[in-house]
């Protein structure tokens, strides 16, 4: 009887909650994973400041890495314009654009294993090519 009841809550939460969870909007899904990239890297560049170099920073580059492995879905081509600050330029050179997202997936991922080896100054170079990777992507796709 219990186990019937808590499937009935759980299903009427599901039928709820799901208008919810399958709308998606790729302009604030991308404006979200970059707040929230750009916060990551403010913490890592305090962390680096202090000469924190441990696993928390470690986790933060591994959050890093996984945003860069989705970021680049969350441009469909008819998802431009309105609010979104997207080049259209991405839909032209999505190979190039895509190569971006990749090494700074790359660059986050190095940045992780350089944080748990303690070695601050390949995380001062990963991080630093991480601020590369925006200004890079930022002056070629950003209107």
Request: hydrophobic share 40%.
């Amino acid at each position: 009887m219990l186990k019937t009841h808590i499937m009935i809550k759980s299903l009427l939460a599901l039928i709820f909650l799901f208008p919810f969870l399958a709308y998606s909007n790729p302009v604030l899904d991308r404006q979200e994973s970059m707040r929230d990239f750009n916060k990551l890297m403010r913490t890592a560049n305090n962390l680096i400041k202090d000469d924190v170099i441990n696993d928390d920073l470690a986790g933060i580059y591994e959050e890093i890495e996984n945003i860069m492995r989705v970021y680049p879905t969350l441009f469909p081509d008819d998802s431009f314009g309105g609010k979104s600050k997207a080049s259209t330029d991405i839909i032209d050179n999505r190979e190039l654009f895509n190569q971006i997202a990749k090494e700074t997936e790359d660059n986050a991922a190095l940045a992780k294993l350089s944080s748990l080896e303690g070695d601050i100054e390949s995380v001062q170079q990963f991080h630093q090519n991480l601020f590369g990777s925006c200004k890079s992507c930022h002056s070629r796709f950003r209107d």
